[in-house]
Structures are given as structure tokens and as C-alpha cells.
T-cell receptor
Framework: NAGVTQTPKFRVLKTGQSMTLLCAQD?????MYWYRQDPGMGLRLIHY???????AKGEVPDGYNVSRLKKQNFLLGLESAAPSQTSVYFC??????????FGQGTRLTVV | LAKTTQPISMDSYEGQEVNITCSHN???????ITWYQQFPSQGPRFIIQ???TKVTNEVASLFIPADRKSSTLSLPRVSLSDTAVYYC????????FGKGTRLHILP
């Protein structure tokens, strides 16, 4: 039982490159989330999904896209990376209004 | 926007009881009060959740008065390993984090 797995754990991108972060869960949870956390700051919600095939914008969605084609996977895409997107990205899953489980994080640096 | 307000930081000593108060004046009827703990370089970890009155588990207690406009997380007999950031959330249809409280436990 892996829980919530994020891939990759680390990545360095050049400005303008694209990439996709994968979040995979084996807990059959409906809700999935993507956050970013900058140094010394709290987590900010980028996008979230309340079920397979659904996505919604969070607090800071600009520059990111997401897809939830399968219930167990939530993908976060950066179409054209910018230095301002350097951050640690966390994925989370939950059954609504219960305990949320977080991945180990993806540390992304854009140079 | 986060619906909650909590102190930016707190210091305490090992063995003490620590109480962190969270204000949520505009909490909605369906919102649950939930607390998370986060260590550096790790994702947040669920501590406790409640709707009203008192909830207790093996690590903490949560006190919510009848008007539900505030809540208090109580950590009994803290240790150095309790140094972390603690987030108070009022959950509705999605999880929004505020700035959290940086708790520093001193020896």
C-alpha cells in the first residue's frame, strides 16, 4: 500500500521547457489536490479534482494545467516553465471532509 | 482565501502543554475544523478534526465552543520533536491552507 506517490521527486528545468508531474493514489479517494509551497510559506492550492474527469481551479492556477483521466492519477502540467514556478509541489488525496494524505513532494527548480 | 486566523509563531518548553488558538469568525454550517502538522521538507500530516465540543485522539485534543467561531488545538507534554508548523483549516468543498503557526519547542 503505497498511499500517495509523486513522480519525479526532483527536477531542474530550463525556462520555457514543459513537464508533467504525476500523482498516483491507491486509496480510492475521490478528491485530489495539487499545491505549491515556496520557502517559509504555507501551501497554496493550484488545482483540484472532486472525481474522475473533473478539475477545478484553486488559488494560483495560472501557468498550470491538470487532468484526471483516471481516478487514481492526477497530473499537473507546466506548459512553459518560468523561474517563478520554482517551488516544492505537493499532491494530496482525501475522501471529502476527512483525513487528507500528502505525497512526499516534488522539488522543482526552473533556471 | 483561508477562512482561519492563527498566531504566526509560538515558543514553549519540553514537557509543557501547548494550546494554539484559531479564529474562524465566518465559518459555515457545513465546515469541519481540521488541524495539520508539517515538518520541514515533508507534506502536511493530519492531526485531528472536529465539528463542535471536544475531540481527543492519541496525540492531541481539539476544543470547539458552541458558537464555533474559534477552536483550540491542545498538545499535551510537548517534546522537541513537536517543533513544526501547525495549520488550522475550516473545510468545506476543498482544502485551503493559511499561513499556519510555527511552534518552536525549547529544551
Amino acid at each position: 500500500n503505497a498511499g500517495v506517490t509523486q513522480t519525479p521527486k526532483f527536477r531542474v528545468l530550463k525556462t520555457g521547457q514543459s513537464m508533467t508531474l504525476l500523482c498516483a493514489q491507491d486509496m480510492n479517494h475521490e478528491y485530489m489536490y495539487w499545491y505549491r509551497q515556496d520557502p517559509g510559506m504555507g501551501l497554496r492550492l493550484i488545482h483540484y479534482s472532486v472525481g474522475e474527469g473533473t478539475t477545478a481551479k484553486g488559488e494560483v492556477p495560472d501557468g498550470y494545467n491538470v487532468s484526471r483521466l483516471k481516478k487514481q492519477n492526477f497530473l499537473l502540467g507546466l506548459e512553459s516553465a518560468a523561474p517563478s514556478q520554482t517551488s516544492v509541489y505537493f499532491c494530496a488525496t482525501e475522501r471529502r471532509n476527512t483525513e487528507a494524505f500528502f505525497g512526499q513532494g516534488t522539488r522543482l527548480t526552473v533556471v | 482565501l483561508a477562512k482561519t486566523t492563527q498566531p504566526i509563531s509560538m515558543d514553549s518548553y519540553e514537557g509543557q502543554e501547548v494550546n494554539i488558538t484559531c479564529s474562524h469568525n465566518n465559518i459555515a454550517t457545513n465546515d469541519y475544523i481540521t488541524w495539520y502538522q508539517q515538518f520541514p521538507s515533508q507534506g502536511p500530516r493530519f492531526i485531528i478534526q472536529g465539528y463542535k465540543t471536544k475531540v481527543t485522539n492519541e496525540v492531541a485534543s481539539l476544543f470547539i465552543p458552541a458558537d464555533r467561531k474559534s477552536s483550540t488545538l491542545s498538545l499535551p507534554r510537548v517534546s522537541l520533536s513537536d517543533t513544526a508548523v501547525y495549520y488550522c483549516l475550516a473545510l468545506d468543498d476543498k482544502i485551503i491552507f493559511g499561513k499556519g503557526t510555527r511552534l518552536h519547542i525549547l529544551p
